[in-house]
């Protein structure tokens, strides 16, 4: 097993609400806003990982900072388009096999989201599109280099304080010399309180049909919205089981 010790985000870049001032009221609906991948909200996260006792030695560490643009579309009176980037810069040091220490960019995930922009009558919060694997990682250790493409989907409900639902992908090659065949899987539940503090417990599992293997890192986050309308995100978690040789590999979650 192991231990995912320490991550950190800064959600920066965010579109402000309606209104000249942050109200405590304003900062409540922000953050529930932000606990919505669909919500129609220009973000830029910024989200530092840090992984370490990796590799069958221990001493492997790896520290990856995913750029995750979040930009809406307005396509019709009825209808969205949510375009969701994954961008990682990633710095290793071992873990992997016959890996030394390298910098630099991984494979860039780009999703696309077409959604309602009203709940359904249920009160469901769906969106559901492609999603494309680009090969701009700069070195083999980094990412895959390689092109894919497959579908992706995400459906919640918010009541109240509450938001919980889950995300999900899968990507296939096309035409490339590694075969991918991976399944992502993200359910999600959190709780934000009147002060704007969010509370999640998520999972960001990752299922390699070609290797029979699972990746679960199981985490716990505390975001908090200040009124200057910036999030900041802290959180911890443990790999509930993983092949320590796939640490670095498809970023393909939200």
């Known amino acids: 097993m192991n231990l995912r010790l320490l991550r950190c985000s800064i959600l920066a870049g965010i579109g402000a609400l309606s209104g000249t001032a942050w109200a405590e009221s304003q900062e409540e609906e922000l953050a529930k806003l932000l606990a919505n991948p669909v919500a129609a909200l220009i973000s830029v996260p910024f989200q530092l990982n840090h992984d370490q006792n990796l590799g069958a030695d221990r001493n492997g560490s790896h520290w990856i900072l995913n750029v995750q643009p979040v930009v809406p579309f307005h396509l019709a009176d009825d209808w ?56 701009t990682s700069t070195d083999n250790s980094l990412g895959l280099g390689e092109w894919g493409a497959g579908v992706t989907g995400v459906a919640l409900k918010q ?24 399944t992502f899987l993200q359910p ?67």
């Not at 049909?209 to 995100?233: A, F, H, R, Y």
């Open 188 to 254: 999600f539940i959190s709780y934000t309180n009147s002060n704007a503090w969010t509370f999640t417990l998520n999972t960001e599992s990752t299922y390699s049909w070609e290797t029979d293997q699972w990746s679960v890192p199981i985490n716990g986050v505390v975001t908090k919205v200040p009124n200057s309308g910036i999030n900041l995100s802290a959180w911890g978690g443990e790999y509930a089981t993983g092949p320590t040789a796939q640490i670095v590999d498809l970023t393909v979650g939200a």
């Open 159 to 182: 009541q109240g304080q509450w938001t919980y639902g889950g995300l999900t992908n899968h990507i296939w090659d096309i035409d490339g010399d590694t075969d991918i065949n991976q």
């Open 80 to 135: 969205n388009l949510i375009s969701r980037t994954i961008l990682p810069i990633a710095s290793i040091d071992g873990g992997l096999p016959d890996s030394g220490s390298e910098t630099g960019l991984g494979d860039t995930v780009q999703s696309l989201f077409l959604s309602p922009k009203k709940p359904s009558a249920g009160g469901w919060i769906w969106g559901a599109g492609p999603v494309f694997l680009l090969p």
